[in-house]
Nanobody, 125 residues
Framework: VQLQASGGGVVQAGGSLRLSCTAS????????VAWFRRAPGKGRVFVAA????????YYEDSMKGRSTISRDSAKNTVYLQMNSLRAEDTAVYYC???????????????????WGQGTQVTVSS
C-alpha cells in the first residue's frame, strides 16, 4: 500500500491550504485515515483523523475550528483543509491509514501501518 500526500506549499500566516491523501492499489473503505505532522526539531504528532465509513472526525485541540478533514469516496481521497494558518503550523504533514484503529488509538502513530511520504507546509509570518 502506497499513500501519497500532496498539496503542501508556502503560504502567508492567515492563509489556507488543502492537503490531499490518495492511495495506490488500496481502497480507504473501512479505514481510519489520519494526518500527522512533524515540525522542525520535533517529533511527529497527530493532527486529525477520519473514520472512512462513518465519516466521524477527530482533531488535535490546536486544529479544532481551523481545519476540516473530509473524504471523497469517488476519488478515494482524504483532504485536510487548513485555514488561519500560523507559523507554528510549519511542518511536514503525513497521511496514514489502517483498517484496525480503535477510537482510543486514533491519535497514536503506532496504530497506523500505511504511511505517505509527507508534504511540506511552510507558513511565513
Amino acid at each position: 500500500v502506497q499513500l501519497q500526500a500532496s498539496g503542501g506549499g508556502v503560504v502567508q500566516a492567515g492563509g489556507s491550504l488543502r492537503l490531499s491523501c490518495t492511495a495506490s492499489g488500496h481502497s480507504f473503505r473501512g479505514d481510519s485515515v489520519a494526518w500527522f505532522r512533524r515540525a522542525p526539531g520535533k517529533g511527529r504528532v497527530f493532527v486529525a483523523a477520519i473514520k472512512w465509513n462513518s465519516q466521524h472526525t477527530y482533531y488535535e485541540d490546536s486544529m479544532k475550528g481551523r481545519s476540516t478533514i473530509s473524504r471523497d469516496s469517488a476519488k478515494n481521497t482524504v483532504y485536510l483543509q487548513m485555514n488561519s494558518l500560523r507559523a507554528e503550523d510549519t511542518a511536514v504533514y503525513y497521511c496514514a491509514a489502517d483498517s484496525s484503529v480503535i477510537q482510543s488509538n486514533l491519535a497514536s502513530q503506532n496504530a497506523y501501518r500505511h504511511w505517505g511520504q509527507g508534504t511540506q507546509v511552510t507558513v511565513s509570518s
